[in-house]
């Protein structure tokens, strides 16, 4: 069994999820780039390696059992346990979402990948993280899925447009991500969503202000939490997000 720091970044062939892989990947870890596309998977993992990072791809779709299940052998045979897992892989759906209009389809689409997707793939590595001396999970989320702030006034503390099937996903996400807090409290797995920001990447038609690399930063402080850390909490880079 490998003695190196393994990490597993899902959606990490782009954008925010490439810059996490790099991000690790620069601390010396070895990291795993999760992608369901091949050929994006391997131009990313042959990108990191030019940069130096001990990078390997891992076929992986989140919403699919097979594949989750496949990864996960693919990572024990690999390294023999995982430190860190970054559940990063999301879609939008599709603009607009008016809750009066939108297909329950699409809302089905999205949780299916945004929230169901993130529990398949902890839960078939749950095994491996547990054989961890410092195990993270890091659950990519979003400032638009706080209810606190999108429920204040206009120009108050709204966030992000009307999005009826992206915006509660990310806030089904926090529900989910606070009752793994609840049920690992007393191990050494600490489990935090995180916030990138407005950051420019597909997902919002490269319409964001903040960089990958900048939208990164919150998932590698907390893939990296000291063994007493918080658990079960909300973080972007100014601080804590109100739920």
Known sequence: ?????????????????????????ALGWSVGVG?????????????????????FGVPLDVTDDASVTAAARLIEEQAGHLDVLV?????????????????????RTVVETNVIGVIRV???????????ASPRVVNMSSSVGSLAQQSGTAGEQTTGPVAAAYAPSKTFLNAVTLQYARELSGTNILINAGCPGFVATD????????TPE??????IKLATLPDDGPTGMFFEDAGVVPW
């Open 122 to 132: 902890t839960n078939a590595m749950m095994p491996l993280l547990r054989r961890s």
């Open 35 to 55: 992608a369901r596309d091949d050929q994006r998977r391997k131009a990313a993992v042959e990108k990191l390696r030019a940069a130096g990072v001990d990078a």
């Open 87 to 107: 559940n990063n892989a999301a879609i939008t759906g599709g603009m607009p979402q008016e809750p009066t209009r939108v297909d329950p389809a699409t809302i």
């Open 1 to 25: 069994m490998s003695e190196q720091t393994i990490a597993l970044v899902t959606g990490a062939n782009k954008g925010i999820g490439y810059e996490i892989a790099a991000g690790l990947g």
């Open 214 to 219: 900048q939208g990164a930063a919150i998932a």
């Open 203 to 210: 997902l919002n038609g490269f319409r964001g202000v903040r």
